[in-house]
Every structure is written in C-alpha cells, then in structure tokens.
C-alpha cells in the first residue's frame, strides 16, 4: 500500500527554523508531483510549495524566501526547509505526492509559538 510520512513538526519560537521530510513508502515507481500544504484551524488547506520531478518549483507568496523545497527522486522524498517563522505559519502541514492518483499523509503538526 502507498503512502507517504511526515516527520519535522514540533514547536519552535518565532524567527526559528525547521525542516520537515516527507517519504513516499511502499512503491517503486518514479512519485511525479510532490509538495507540501497547511491548514491552520478554521481556515482551508493552502498550497504551500510544490515541486515536479524535474525540480519545478512553485511558492505561496507568503513562504517565498522563506522557504526552500527540495526532493531526492532516488528516494521519493521531498523536503520543506522553513525559516523566520511567525506565528501564522501555525498549522498541521500536509504531505501531497501524485503516485498515480492523490496521496496524502496524516500531516505534522508546526507551532511557532514564544
């Protein structure tokens, strides 16, 4: 059975970093369009940056230069590096990988917070 792990969530204080990885488990074909989303409560899941194969990548407006996504294709895991966290960055962030059809992880939960 496919699916895909989070692991890199915790608490950190504002202005901190963290970074989270996401692995595609239990396929060996090539995992096409990787990325990561949020959703803080009461609001809806939002894109956060997504990357293809190629290494394509897209950012929220408001995760550009604050982020980095990356992936290692040999491995089927992709990498959201995240830095100058504020307080709205608080939310359980969602692993996405197109393995054939949508595949979604649990999430990890991200709490920037003093």
């Known amino acids: 059975q496919v699916q895909v792990v989070e692991s890199g969530g915790g608490l950190v204080q504002p202005g901190g970093s963290l970074r989270l990885s996401c692995v595609a488990d239990g396929t060996r074909v090539r995992v096409g369009r990787m990325a990561w989303y949020r959703q803080a409560p009461g609001k809806q899941r939002e894109l956060v940056a997504d990357i293809f194969p190629s290494g394509t990548t897209t950012y929220a407006d408001s995760m550009k230069g604050r982020s980095t996504i990356s992936r290692d294709n040999a491995r089927n895991t992709v990498y959201l590096e995240m830095n100058s966290l504020k307080p709205e960055d608080t939310a359980v962030y969602y692993c996405?990988?197109?393995?054939?059809?949508?595949?979604w992880g649990q999430g990890t939960q991200v709490t920037v917070s003093s």
């Open positions: 996405y990988a197109r393995i054939f059809s949508d595949v």
